[in-house]
């Protein structure tokens, strides 16, 4: 095995080894039997590609249960955004740490109440659990977008410098490439959430199942390039 192979080999077995990887992995294999509805018409294939992805699904939001503690450990390192300099991203930054705080919640309670092991109405957590999920992916794109325009503003103050600023530079192009492809991931996820929120707000319940998955192979593709490539990943100085 050549070199270059055992290294890939390695990246991934690293990569699989945790379980941001394996999320990424199974999504985009959940999104990848979705898409395949595409191109089939026997009842029998689409419903076994459709079921298989809601088996995957499944998997990932039972794991999903485990993510409350990071989050609140998050949230509480964060302080609610007390050392974030721009009042934009702090404003995102504590909306975005309520809506996690609330929706993991949201999520597992409806994802009890539909295995009946939660006698309640599953609808109103499971559309709760939605309206969170987008709400919270539309404060991501904008985060991602104020992030892109500092650092421009950022590039154009280092131009107006007469020192050598090649090294500060070169980060910046890569936190931009790493923030661009994180604009478009969740432009992606976005598209494809308000689709599974109630009918009647904007594209809800509008799209096929293909073209959700092929939206969700995109994002997922996205993420696992970025966390494998050293494209998107700032050089130690």
């Not at 089939?40 to 990932?60: F, G, M, Q, T, W």
């Not at 597992?108 to 599953?122: F, G, H, M, T």
């Amino acid at each position: 095995m050549s070199p270059p192979d055992s290294i890939l080999l390695d990246q991934l077995d690293e990569y699989l080894d945790t379980y941001s990887g394996r999320d990424k992995f199974l999504k985009a294999l959940c999104y990848s039997l979705k898409f395949a509805t595409g191109f089939y018409e026997s009842p029998k294939a689409l419903h076994d590609l459709k079921l298989v992805s809601s088996e995957i699904s499944n998997c990932r939001t039972i794991l999903r249960f485990l993510d409350y503690v990071p989050v609140l450990k998050y949230v509480l390192s964060y302080k609610f955004g007390k050392n974030e300099k721009d009042k934009y991203l702090k404003l995102i930054g504590r909306i975005s740490c309520i809506l996690d705080i609330i929706f993991y919640p949201l999520e597992q309670v409806a994802w009890l109440a539909e295995r009946k092991i939660v006698k309640v109405n599953p609808d109103p957590w499971s559309d709760a659990s939605t309206v969170c999920w987008v709400i919270s992916l539309y404060l991501g794109l904008m985060k991602a977008l104020r992030s892109l325009s500092l650092l421009e503003q950022h590039k154009k103050c280092l131009k107006t410098t007469d020192a050598d600023v090649r090294f500060p530079m070169e980060r910046l192009l890569i936190q931009q490439r790493g923030l661009l492809l994180l604009a478009l991931r969740t432009s992606c996820d976005l598209v494809y959430a308000i689709h599974y929120l109630p009918e009647g707000f904007l594209w809800s319940t509008k799209l096929k199942t293909w073209q959700v998955g092929a939206l969700g192979m995109v994002s997922a593709g996205i993420g696992i390039f970025q966390s494998l490539s050293s494209w998107t990943k700032v050089p130690s100085s």
